[in-house]
């Protein structure tokens, strides 16, 4: 199983990004895949879900910002996070994860995979 995030960067306050996370030998069907962030000196925290059927969670920080997608259900798929209007304390390092389609994860203590991550920095 193979998670690899990418798109992060450097953009001024209000711009945009969006990031993949490309998934090999795992089925996203199985599984409820997620975006989560950390800053240093901060706790990691969920930034977005989405069920296998297709549900989304946003985090009220990110919430009408942000909106998580994903493309294929097979082996080879792809999650994405289109990000929005960022703010500077929207920097952090960006991992995708996938986990229990039972239940959203909101520490990320209880996913199985995990891809490395991807630096998003905005500037004020």
């Known amino acids: 199983v193979q998670l690899q995030a990418s798109g992060g960067g450097l953009v001024q306050a209000g711009g945009s990004l969006r990031l993949s996370c490309a998934a090999s030998?795992?089925?996203?069907?199985?599984?409820?895949m997620g975006w989560y962030r950390q800053a240093p000196g901060k706790e990691r925290e969920l930034v977005a879900d989405?069920?296998?059927?297709?549900?989304?969670?946003?985090a009220d920080s990110v919430k009408g910002r942000f909106n998580i997608s994903r493309v294929g259900d097979g082996f080879k798929s792809t999650l994405f996070l289109q990000m929005n209007s960022l703010k500077p304390e929207d920097t952090a390092v960006y991992s995708c994860?996938?986990?229990?389609?039972?239940?959203?994860?909101?520490?990320?203590?209880?996913?199985?995979?995990w891809g490395k991550g991807t630096q998003v920095t905005v500037s004020s």
């Open positions: 994860a996938a986990g229990s389609p039972l239940y959203t994860d909101y520490t990320g203590k209880r996913m199985k995979y």
């Open positions: 030998g795992l089925r996203f069907s199985a599984y409820r």
């Open positions: 989405i069920s296998r059927g297709g549900n989304t969670y946003a």
